[in-house]
C-alpha cells in the first residue's frame, strides 16, 4: 500500500537518431518505490512505441570490477526460471559513486558477464547490485506477461500523467524503472520524464 510521496525529480530532453532507441533509467531508491508520474513525448512523422521495463531478476556480485573494466562477476543468475541472463538482455548496476547506470550484456559465461560498454566508476562485491530487465519481449515474472507499452501518435506531443499512483511503477523497493522507446524511421524526442519516490507500507 502506497502511504504518500518523498519526494521526485524531472528530467528533460533525450533524443537519438532514428533507428536508436531512445531510454531513460529511472534509478532506484533504498527502501523507496519508483514511479513514473509524467511523460512528455514529441513523435515524428512515424508512431513510436515505449516500453517500460521493471527488472525481472536482480543479484549480487563476488568480486569487485574496477573503472573501465568490462567483465562482472555475480553471484547467482538473475533471470528468472527458464530464462537466464544472455546476450542484448539490458541491465542496470549499482556503482561505487552510488549512480545506477544502464549497461547491455555482450556475453556471458557462467557467472562472468561481459558488458559492450566499460563501466564508469566500477562495481563493489559488498554493495553493488545487478538488475536484469531481459529484453523487450521478455515476459515480466510478477505479472506474466510482456513489459507494458503504450503508442506514441505520430506527429504529435503526448503526454501520459497519473498523479496519484503513476503511470508505471517498481514492483518493489530500491528497484529502477526503465524506459525504452523503439524511435523507429523519424526521430522523436523524449521532452519530459517526472518520476517520484513513495513511502510504501510505512518504510522509509
Known amino acids: 500500500m502506497r502511504t504518500d510521496f518523498a519526494f521526485g525529480n524531472g528530467e528533460g530532453i533525450l533524443t537519438a537518431a532514428a ?11 533504498p527502501n523507496g518505490t519508483t514511479r513514473l508520474m509524467r511523460l512528455a513525448y514529441a513523435a515524428g512523422l512515424t508512431a513510436h512505441t515505449l516500453t517500460a521495463l521493471r527488472p525481472i531478476g ?7 570490477a574496477a573503472a573501465g573494466g568490462i567483465v562482472v562477476t555475480v553471484a547467482r543468475d ?3 526460471t527458464g530464462n537466464p541472463l544472455a546476450a542484448n538482455d ?14 547491455t ?5 557462467a557467472l562472468a558477464v561481459t558488458l559492450t560498454t566499460a ?10 547490485t545487478m538488475w536484469n530487465f531481459g529484453i523487450l519481449s521478455d515476459t515480466d515474472p510478477v505479472i506474466g506477461t510482456a513489459h507494458p507499452t503504450w503508442t506514441l501518435p505520430a506527429s504529435a506531443t503526448t503526454t501520459y500523467a497519473d498523479d496519484t499512483a503513476g503511470v508505471v511503477a517498481g514492483h518493489v523497493r530500491d528497484s529502477p524503472v526503465l524506459l525504452s522507446i523503439d524511435n523507429v524511421t523519424n526521430a522523436g524526442t523524449l521532452r519530459q520524464t517526472v518520476v517520484s519516490y513513495t513511502r510504501d507500507h510505512g518504510v522509509m
Open 58 to 64: 536482480r543479484t549480487s556480485f563476488t568480486a569487485a
Open 105 to 109: 550484456v555482450q556475453s556471458v559465461s
Open 90 to 103: 539490458l541491465l542496470a548496476i549499482r556503482e561505487t559513486d552510488g549512480i545506477t547506470r544502464l549497461y
Open 78 to 80: 538473475p533471470g528468472p
Open 19 to 29: 533507428g536508436t532507441p531512445i531510454r531513460r533509467l529511472l534509478p532506484p531508491v
Open 119 to 128: 563501466l564508469v566508476a566500477g562495481e563493489s562485491a559488498t554493495s553493488g
